[in-house]
């Protein structure tokens, strides 16, 4: 509720009694703050009891600002060793650094000065104070390195991360454009469906849609247009970010790139490699997967399959077959060697 010029001269006239060296205690009292002031002439002047706290000096210990930088850590020192100086043209300073105790213990500190003008307007004192903010540095700190430990972790496995907010609309890193050649302008509004291959956009979409009204983690293989003109295979997926408090929630999600994926798949024994036609199609049917969807777990595209299913093994590429039984796999299907040595299929569960 704002006061009124009336309550606020009021409540002045009730603190009028009370000296300003009682709130001065009261902020001290914290043991984290402390004030000092100076004549910029002869750089003599005073300290508060909390000031000394926070240095580590002993109460009656002789304080002068102009010799502050003796406290400052060796490595910080270039934040202050022209403190003095600055405060002597006049110029106020704010600035975060790390000082040494007297008791050899290290801290971080706010340090603020303001500089006070006399009659002809020329610096004439500077007051200011120390606060000592290590435990908001050390939080801050840590979330940074939480922050640099995630976004290494992201960067080795996707090509882009992206946010989306609560009601489904994405908002994509500055990866995007590198990748797709699309504009934040152009995504925006469901745009960045244009870049997907257009077999793909409907199925896209509806996952997309059945996450979001859901809040089932979102996950999907499809195929984006690069900025070389090109298609290529895709893995999304997405997880909403529930906030505290009931407040509205978003989406995080990566994009990696399927060949990266396959990259870092285990080499198979040869013979476990060499599916025959009849074992692909067998699968597939255990799975009751047309050839598109197969296509598009695995990653492989639909004339590829069509070859492998024809000709067998020696019609593509062995990351191909690859691609093909670890998608067969990730849904219940088992390949195993049996004791005549050819590679049998079986259907364990569905996922």
């Known amino acids: ?81 022209d403190i003095w100086t600055t405060i002597r043209q006049g110029i106020p300073v704010n ?15 706010e340090f603020k000065s303001e500089v006070v003008l006399d009659g002809q307007q020329k610096p004439s004192k500077a007051i200011g104070l120390i606060i000592d903010v290590t435990d908001q540095q050390e939080g801050r700190q840590a979330l940074e390195d939480s922050l640099e430990r995630y976004r290494a972790l992201v960067g080795s496995l996707a090509a882009m991360e992206w946010r989306a907010t609560a009601d489904g609309h994405p908002v994509f890193s500055h990866g995007w454009t590198a990748l797709t050649g699309q504009y934040e302008m152009d995504a925006a509004d469901y745009g960045w469906i244009q870049t997907i291959h257009p077999d793909d956009r409907e199925q896209v979409s509806r996952k997309w849609q059945e996450s979001v009204s859901t809040l ?37 999600g990566i994009i990696m790139r399927q060949a990266d994926l396959k990259r870092e798949a285990p080499m198979l ?14 699968a597939r049917a255990m799975l009751q997967w047309t050839l598109d969807e197969l296509s598009q777990v695995s990653g ?30 990730e849904y219940g299907i088992e390949f195993a060697i049996n004791t005549a040595g050819a590679v049998t299929v079986a259907f364990l569960s569905q996922k």
């Open 269 to 282: 024994p040869p013979s476990m490699n060499m599916l025959t036609p009849i074992q692909v199609r067998a």
């Open 216 to 252: 089932a983690p979102y996950a999907v293989n499809h195929r984006i247009l690069l900025v070389n003109g090109h298609y290529e295979w895709f893995h999304a997926r997405a997880v909403p970010i529930i906030k505290r408090g009931g407040r509205s929630h978003e989406w995080l």
């Open 95 to 109: 600035r975060n650094f790390r000082i040494i105790r007297s008791d050899r213990t290290v801290r971080w500190v």
């Open 1 to 81: 509720m704002e006061l009124s010029s009336e309550q606020f001269e009021a409540a002045v006239r009730k603190m009028s009694g009370i000296s300003s060296a009682h709130f001065l205690k009261l902020v001290e009292d914290r043991g984290t703050v402390g004030f000092w002031s100076s004549d910029i002439a002869t750089g003599q002047g005073s300290a508060t009891l909390g000031l000394l706290r926070v240095l580590g000096l002993d109460h009656g210990t002789q304080f002068r600002i102009a010799d502050f930088t003796r406290f400052i850590h060796p490595d910080d020192r270039g934040y202050g060793e």
């Open 300 to 329: 492989v595209s639909v004339s590829s399959i069509r070859r492998i299913e024809g000709e067998g093994e020696r019609a593509t590429r062995p990351a191909s077959l690859q691609a093909i039984r670890a998608a067969f796999e």
